[in-house]
Nanobody
Framework: QVQLVESGGGLVQAGGSLRLSCAAS????????MAWYRQAPEKQRELVAS???????KYSDSVKGRFTVSRDYANNTVTLQMSSLKPEDTALYSC??????????????WGRGTQVTVAS
């Protein structure tokens, strides 16, 4: 079993910044990819940013240049630094991980999410 817990969401004015964190715990031997997704009302869930085990990052076009994803390997956490926020960034942000545990287990857990609301 692996659990992901997000934190850092809240209400912010347009142009402001927020920093989201996601901490993984449980049966973790190695984490491959960690990623942030978001889902707004009446929209499908979309990939925001991801970071692989070698540090390679990917971003959606809509956040490129404004968001930065980073990783703390020692503490099994991933962070999303969000700057120049826009109202269209308003969504529930959820953390995902691809995890290899002990005894041959693999996990693909999701966090419950943290709400980000950007006021115009």
């Amino acid at each position: 079993q692996v659990q992901l817990v997000e934190s850092g969401g809240g209400l912010v004015q347009a142009g402001g910044s927020l920093r989201l964190s996601c901490a993984a715990s449980g049966n973790i031997a190695r984490i491959n990819t960690m990623a942030w997704y978001r889902q707004a009302p009446e929209k499908q869930r979309e990939l925001v940013a991801s970071i692989s085990s070698d540090g390679s990052t990917k971003y959606s076009d809509s956040v490129k240049g404004r968001f930065t994803v980073s990783r703390d390997y020692a503490n099994n956490t991933v962070t999303l630094q969000m700057s120049s926020l826009k109202p269209e960034d308003t969504a529930l942000y959820s953390c995902y991980a691809n995890v290899h545990g002990r005894w041959g287990y693999q996990y693909h857990p999701w966090g419950r999410g943290t709400q980000v609301t950007v006021a115009s």
